[in-house]
T-cell receptor, first 114, second 115 residues
Framework: KAGVTQTPRYLIKTRGQQVTLSCSPI?????VSWYQQTPGQGLQFLFE???????NKGNFPGRFSGRQFSNSRSEMNVSTLELGDSALYLC?????????????FGPGTRLTVT | AQSVTQLDSHVSVSEGTPVLLRCNYS??????LFWYVQHPNKGLQLLLK??????LVKGINGFEAEFKKSETSFHLTKPSAHMSDAAEYFC?????????????FGKGTHLIIQP
């Protein structure tokens, strides 16, 4: 079974621009979560989608948004990019939402904002 | 609310010796606990998980962890370290219902294997 895939793997953007990241979950998984990983803050939860609905949201500004499609693929959008948005963005999928279900992570998208 | 504390930011062991990575957690609900490993420039890989079944959990690559409710700990161990174990390890807590916080990650422990 194919794993979680994320595109693109690397991205360089300029301050003020916007960016869209894509995530394809493991086949059959209906929950997709997004995380931001930085050296200073570690791994922080952004949001989780289940059946096209946002189920949970972390403590990030409204510039960070996402959506999920009927095939469970998910996109994350960051508008008006800031230097501090430079990070590794990880997507994870699981079969169902719920704390006992383990998440499977993709390789991440490395975003650099200049 | 839930939180995770990984007690060591770096652990260095010699190849062939035991590994101990320490993790303490707090959770308002019955927690699920996970250990993930991240090799350089890679995503996270699940090592093992605890979900209120057996307190001693066996994972991949010879790793295991013991859930101790009285100590609110979930330490990761391996009897004999291998060079390929060098990586960043994350202890993760999730409340039973998923919770508004999703998964809460520890800050990570960097495991160094000396030849």
């Amino acid at each position: 079974k194919a794993g979680v895939t994320q595109t693109p793997r690397y991205l360089i953007k300029t301050r003020g621009q916007q960016v869209t990241l894509s995530c394809s979950p493991i086949s059959g998984h209906r929950s997709v979560s997004w995380y931001q990983q930085t050296p200073g803050q570690g791994l922080q939860f952004l949001f989780e989608y289940f059946s096209e609905t946002q189920r949970n949201k972390g403590n990030f500004p409204g510039r960070f948004s996402g959506r999920q499609f009927s095939n469970s693929r998910s996109e994350m959008n960051v508008s008006t990019l800031e230097l501090g948005d430079s990070a590794l963005y990880l997507c994870a999928s699981r079969y169902l939402a719920g704390g006992s279900y383990e998440q499977y992570f993709g390789p991440g998208t490395r975003l650099t904002v200049t | 609310a839930q939180s995770v504390t990984q007690l060591d930011s770096h652990v260095s062991v010699s190849e062939g010796t035991p590994v101990l990575l320490r993790c303490n957690y707090s959770s308002s609900y019955s927690p699920s606990l996970f250990w993930y490993v991240q090799h350089p420039n890679k995503g996270l890989q699940l090592l093992l998980k605890y979900t209120s079944a057996a307190t001693l959990v066996k994972g991949i690559n010879g790793f295991e962890a013991e859930f101790k409710k009285s100590e609110t700990s979930f330490h990761l161990t391996k009897p004999s370290a291998h060079m390929s174990d060098a990586a960043e390890y994350f202890c993760v807590v999730s409340s039973a219902g998923g919770g508004a916080d999703g998964l809460t990650f520890g800050k990570g422990t960097h495991l160094i294997i000396q030849p």
